[in-house]
Antibody, heavy 116, light 106 residues
Framework: QIQLVQSGPELKKPGESVKISCKAS????????MHWVKQAPGKGLKWMGW????????TDADDFKGRFVFSLEASASSANLQISNLKNEDTATYFC?????????WGQGTLVTVSS | EIVLTQSPTTMAASPGEKVTLTCRAS?????MHWYQQRSGASPKLWIY???KLASGVPNRFSGSGSGTSYSLTINSMETEDAATYYC?????????FGSGTKLEIK
């Protein structure tokens, strides 16, 4: 069955960096794009961008340009999200999700807490 | 960017009641997708392509709409339907979500 398994929760200080992984199984990794979605505590869903799992080309939403990097480890069927220079407002659960324009499969989410 | 406005923000329905959630787009979109998110869980694709039920979704759910106005309907509310529902458009980038409707059981 198709699964997306994300790395565990992270507690970071402002200014630090974090890398979240999303390991896919149950399908051919390069056949589907991987999207990233942010959900701040008690808030709604915000699309961050996507990465073409075949070419590795990332596309960021405007609000997520600069400090946010999408990457792949295709040999490991994994997609990664790296956030640098963390700010308090980056505290959120981050989801990876497989899809084209409808996101049919989601990871379990990774909670990133930024606190001094 | 296409802004999606969902209404109501929250609502409560009794078991057996018919429920309609709406999603309005700031510009015309070709189709709408809906997600169900229970507390503490990941979102699940619930309805895609405006009216197609995702695998495992009960047929008391339906979706409809076109252009800038879309809706999700529950024919007869059940306890397990209590959740937050988000609409999402994929007609143009950036993909955008509505702010969600929290549906509670009375």
């Amino acid at each position: 069955q198709i699964q997306l398994v994300q790395s565990g929760p992270e507690l970071k200080k402002p200014g630090e960096s974090v890398k979240i992984s999303c390991k896919a199984s149950g399908y051919t990794f390069t056949d589907y794009a991987m999207h990233w979605v942010k959900q701040a505590p008690g808030k709604g869903l915000k699309w961050m961008g996507w990465i073409n799992s075949y070419t590795g080309k990332p596309t960021d939403a405007d609000d997520f340009k600069g400090r946010f990097v999408f990457s792949l480890e295709a040999s490991a069927s994994s997609a990664n999200l790296q956030i640098s220079n963390l700010k308090n407002e980056d505290t959120a659960t981050y989801f990876c999700a497989r899809g084209v324009v409808a996101l049919g499969y989601w990871g379990q989410g990774t909670l990133v807490t930024v606190s001094s | 960017e296409i802004v999606l406005t969902q209404s109501p923000t929250t609502m409560a329905a009794s078991p057996g009641e018919k429920v309609t959630l709406t999603c309005r787009a700031s510009s015309s979109v070709s189709y709408m997708h809906w997600y169900q998110q229970r507390s503490g869980a990941s979102p699940k694709l619930w309805i895609y392509g405006t009216s197609k039920l995702a695998s495992g979704v009960p047929n008391r759910f339906s979706g409809s709409g076109s252009g800038t106005s879309y809706s999700l309907t529950i024919n007869s509310m059940e306890t397990e339907d209590a959740a937050t529902y988000y609409c999402q458009q994929g007609s143009s980038y950036p993909l955008t979500f509505g702010s969600g409707t929290k549906l509670e059981i009375k």
